[in-house]
């Protein structure tokens, strides 16, 4: 035999005779009549029988350094204390076996939600409702306030206002105070003995708990004579059960064997020995010889335990090792996930999403959508993936202006199902269409350039000849001279438009020039002077002539040329445009109105976005108006547009006035 196996055979038999004498002490102690047992209790049915068959052991978790109610005791190492005893009676009025796990006491709330207990002694409360059902009353219990002795600005509970207070992490007295008594500082500590002690430290004001927990550490410390208790007590409530909100069967069991424990008076029993009011006589005590077999039997089953701790301290070192290098892996691979700019969304097999990186958990806080079990239909962007096509080509789409490319992966985990990557690729196709644009504009300005040129040689011989012709040939012939002073006058405006096309290729990027602006715009609009002939536009300029303006001549030259554009673009025939010009302190207002065919209410606030665009296929990329937007901003501007179908559209911009 194996010495592990025969440690395991002394144990069982060291536990089998200290529970028999525990069980002789407690029938002598209480002498319990089954006759009357019998008589008042009310009977558990056949399908709650079956019910705790089918639980076995039921766990009751509650808090580890609460004396006199549950706490483990630093002699003797034992957990005990009145709620432990009150639960030891439930467990025999039920007949079901009850196990003890003692814990921090935000620990013990936070096991009972999770699963890991079944039951916990608690305060009801509102907002403990979301989570617990809770039983019958089982005691009362008062919370008081502790401060400093020579402190004079807290005398009542409300004088907390504006003061530092040390409350348990997870305590009832938390929500309490937050929901009653305005602007106090909560210092979350461990448990009350923590908080007494960071009352000495000076780090709080005062100290709030249950009125014989806290009055037993102010002894256990030696600090009566330095603090003192509020005459008002914070509050005075019931003490229930709490079990987790969807076993409402328990709690009807529990409430079963609470109200016996009642009608027997074991509550009244069980509040007389720890707090020794009115105590009963036992009627037997307990043998000296019994009492010390029964300290052999604890010393012994003590070393059983260490022995049994020994031999299970390697592999419990090992098993932490192996568990850190898992957590550090997880912990390694989490921080990579979340550093990917793309989205990451893992989807069970009932298309619900289960995780996500950090990237796509801070969009969908900016979209207001929640993911928490949550459907993948059921989150916008998401609606464009299809799972039928589960391969590692990529997928486009377009949501909300942008260019998106996904993936999707097939996972072969029990809870996980599907991979989704998503990458927004919209700078991607932007840089594509303004690379493209940019080509475009160069090899423009260089054929503008060319020909420029190239009209220029032979309008300097037309102006030349006519020059010979007006002052050798047809001198003094009215009619010749005319015609000659027509053809000069068309040279000079045709030398014009050469000028502009030469100034528009030469522009330098973001170089801030001193122009004049009424001169400027004529440029420009000069440059579109047939199409607004073509269609009978009448055009208005209001500026004056002496606007000097310092800015950007390209950025000037895009913005006006887009919207012109576009204006063009949305008059079908006889219609206005019109540009007024004003200064404004230290503001340049601009007001770009046209009598188009304006723009409707759903697609004003995406008429910035790039790509988008109403027109046909071929008249246009959707980048005009996204140019206009970038090119105000790169200046310093501000635009807005009012729009109004059938009537027009106005673009009204602002622009620091930078005098020149």
Request: charged letters at 25%.
């Amino acid at each position: 035999m194996t010495n592990k196996k025969l440690v395991l055979i002394i144990s069982i038999i060291t536990i089998i005779v200290v529970l028999i004498a525990s069980n002789q002490l407690i029938s002598n102690k209480y002498d319990l009549n089954l006759y009357e047992y019998i008589n008042y209790s009310i009977p558990i049915s056949t399908e709650e029988t079956n019910y705790l068959s089918e639980k076995g052991t039921l766990y009751f978790s509650s808090d580890k350094n609460a004396p006199p109610f549950a706490y483990i005791d630093k002699n003797s190492g034992q957990y005990k204390g009145l709620v432990l005893d009150y639960v030891n009676a439930l467990s025999i009025e039920l007949g079901v076996d009850i196990e003890f796990d003692a814990q921090v006491w935000e620990n013990v709330i936070n096991s009972v939600i999770s699963g890991d207990s079944d039951m916990c002694d608690i305060f009801p409360s509102e907002e403990r409702m979301k989570n617990f059902i809770f039983s019958e009353p089982i005691y009362r219990l008062r919370a008081i306030v502790m401060t400093d002795k020579k402190s004079y600005d807290i005398v009542y509970a409300y004088d907390l206002s504006g003061h530092t207070v040390a409350i348990p992490a997870g305590d009832y007295a938390y929500e309490y105070i937050n929901e009653n008594i305005p602007n106090v500082k909560i210092f979350e500590t461990f448990d009350l003995l923590d908080s007494v002690k960071a009352f000495q430290e000076g780090k709080v004001d005062a100290v709030v708990g249950d009125e014989p927990v806290l009055i037993h550490f102010i002894d256990e410390l030696g600090i009566n004579d330095n603090v003192k208790i509020l005459d008002s007590v914070l509050y005075d409530k019931e003490v229930s059960i709490g079990v987790k909100r969807d076993d409402s069967q328990l709690v009807n069991i529990l409430n079963k064997g609470i109200l016996n424990l009642k009608k027997k008076n074991s509550v009244e029993k069980i509040h007389q020995k720890w707090f020794g009011i009115s105590a009963p006589i036992l009627k037997y005590k307990v043998p000296e010889k019994l009492m010390l077999v029964l300290i052999i039997l604890f010393n012994g089953l003590i070393l059983i335990f260490v022995g049994i701790a020994f031999l299970s301290y390697t592999l419990k070192i090992e098993v932490k090792k192996r568990t850190d290098d898992l957590n550090r892996s997880r912990n390694n691979l989490q921080l990579t996930v979340d550093s990917l700019s793309s989205f990451l969304i893992i989807i069970d097999e009932n298309n619900s999403v289960i995780n996500e990186n950090k990237s796509f958990s801070e969009y969908l806080k900016k979209q207001n959508v929640s993911v928490e079990k949550n459907n993948y239909r059921n989150i916008p962007i998401l609606n464009h993936i299809d799972i039928g096509q589960r391969s590692s080509s990529e997928n486009e789409f377009i949501f909300n202006g942008k260019y998106y490319v996904y993936t999707i992966s097939e996972l072969n985990y029990e809870d996980s199902k599907y991979l989704i990557v998503i990458e927004d690729i919209t700078d991607k196709k932007l840089s594509q269409q303004q690379i493209l644009q940019q080509n475009k504009m160069i090899a423009l300005g260089q054929l503008a350039a060319g020909v420029a040129h190239e009209i220029r040689n032979p309008l300097g011989i037309i102006q030349n000849y006519c020059y010979i012709l007006k002052t050798y040939i047809f001198k003094e012939d009215p009619i010749a001279e005319n015609s000659i002073d027509v053809i000069e006058s068309s040279v000079q405006r045709v030398d014009k438009i050469v000028n502009n096309l030469l100034n528009f290729s030469h522009m330098e990027n973001n170089k801030l020039t001193c122009i004049n602006l009424k001169e400027s715009i004529l440029n420009i609009i000069s440059l579109e002077n047939k199409i607004i002939l073509k269609k009978n536009i009448e055009l208005k300029i209001n500026c004056n002539d002496d606007i000097k303006f310092i800015t950007s001549i390209e950025s000037l030259n895009h913005i006006f040329l887009n919207l012109l554009s576009n204006s063009l673009d949305s008059i079908v025939d006889f219609g206005k445009i019109s540009i007024d010009f004003k200064v404004d302190n230290e503001f340049l207002i601009i007001d770009f109105k046209d009598t188009g065919t304006g723009i409707s209410k759903e697609n004003i606030e995406r008429i910035f976005n790039p790509f988008y665009t109403t027109k046909k296929v071929g008249q246009g990329t959707g980048l005009g108006l996204y140019i206009v937007y970038n090119e105000i901003q790169k200046i310093g501007g501000e635009i807005q547009v009012y729009s109004e179908l059938g009537i027009g559209t106005t673009f009204k911009m602002k622009f620091p006035f930078l005098k020149g």
